[in-house]
């Protein structure tokens, strides 16, 4: 395992340690609302503080963007960390939440990792190095058809004007689909579409912090990913579309159509 990405792993596993502890004592954890229909919880930022200072300690001129931090600049390298990716899950006790954390070269997804700490599993990738579920080698699945593909989806919470445009197109994709889950973290739904469990998953409006990790998963696991006009921008603009390559085109061909 590449000393980066150990690291990462570390980090991950110590910032699931302080979820778990606020996990099992819910009734007294602190929560404040950053905006309508997003959270923040002692846990999310204890969980980034512990992340930080492990990455930091190894990689102390390297740059951050974490999501209740913010951005702190350095060299080619920046980590980038969701220390709890579901958040409105994890403070109702829906047991659907994960730690997400990568490292960029520029532009370049490097290293990632997505942590479920109530499954214990561990989703790690290296650029080129392929992508693994507890130390497991994992692949995308080999759906031919998007009548039979199991997709994921998210709401555009943040962003509640573009409910209608998400809604034609969850509307088409209900009719041309085996079914479609939203689980409420974008972190797990990418890995999960790496390891084979959904064929696919598209969603509008989310942060780096969110897909990072996730998008190297899937891609060192033999998906495409790209954002809804079929370019690499995703990660700017927030709006994303994955699947295993033999239901890729005809998926962002449907999803594209209503996107704008």
């Known amino acids: 395992m590449h000393p980066m990405l150990n690291t990462a792993v570390r980090a991950a596993r110590q ?6 502890m606020h996990y099992d004592r819910l009734d007294r954890i602190e929560v404040t609302r950053k905006a309508r229909n997003d959270y923040v919880s002692q846990a999310d ?12 300690k190894a990689y102390p001129d390297h740059g951050v963007l974490a999501e ?20 409105t899950n994890f403070i109702h006790g829906f047991p659907q939440f994960a730690v ?7 532009r370049t997804i490097e290293h990632g990792v997505v942590y479920d700490p109530l499954r214990n599993e561990l989703f790690t990738a290296s650029r080129g190095q392929g ?20 997709l994921g989806t998210g709401f ?4 509640l004007d573009r409910l209608d445009q998400w809604t034609k197109t969850f509307r088409m994709l209900t009719r041309r689909s085996a079914g479609i889950r939203r689980t409420g973290s974008a972190a797990l739904d990418l890995a999960y579409v790496a390891a084979g469990r959904m064929d696919g998953f598209w969603e509008f409006g989310l942060k780096v912090w969110d897909m990072a990790a996730g ?13 809804p006009e079929g370019g690499q921008d995703f990660l ?16 962002l061909r449907t999803v594209a159509r209503h996107h704008t």
């Not at 910032?15 to 778990?20: C, D, F, H, N």
């Not at 997400?100 to 520029?106: P, R």
């Not at 555009?156 to 962003?159: A, H, I, K, L, S």
């Open 131 to 150: 992508a693994q579920l507890n130390e497991r080698r994992i692949r995308v699945s080999s759906c031919a058809h998007l009548e039979t593909a199991l």
């Open 236 to 251: 700017d603009t927030g709006d994303v579309v994955t699947a295993n390559p033999r239901i890729f085109n005809e998926f």
């Open 15 to 20: 910032a699931a340690r302080v979820i778990l």
């Open 215 to 227: 998008a190297l998963l899937i891609r060192e696991a033999g998906g495409l990913i790209s954002d």
């Open 45 to 56: 930022t204890e969980a980034e503080e512990i992340a930080l200072e492990i990455l930091l």
């Open 156 to 159: 555009p919470f943040r962003e």
């Open 100 to 106: 997400s954390i990568a490292v960029l070269k520029d």
């Open 68 to 87: 209740e931090s913010g951005q702190r600049e350095g060299g080619e390298y920046t980590w980038v960390i969701d220390p709890l990716d579901g958040t």
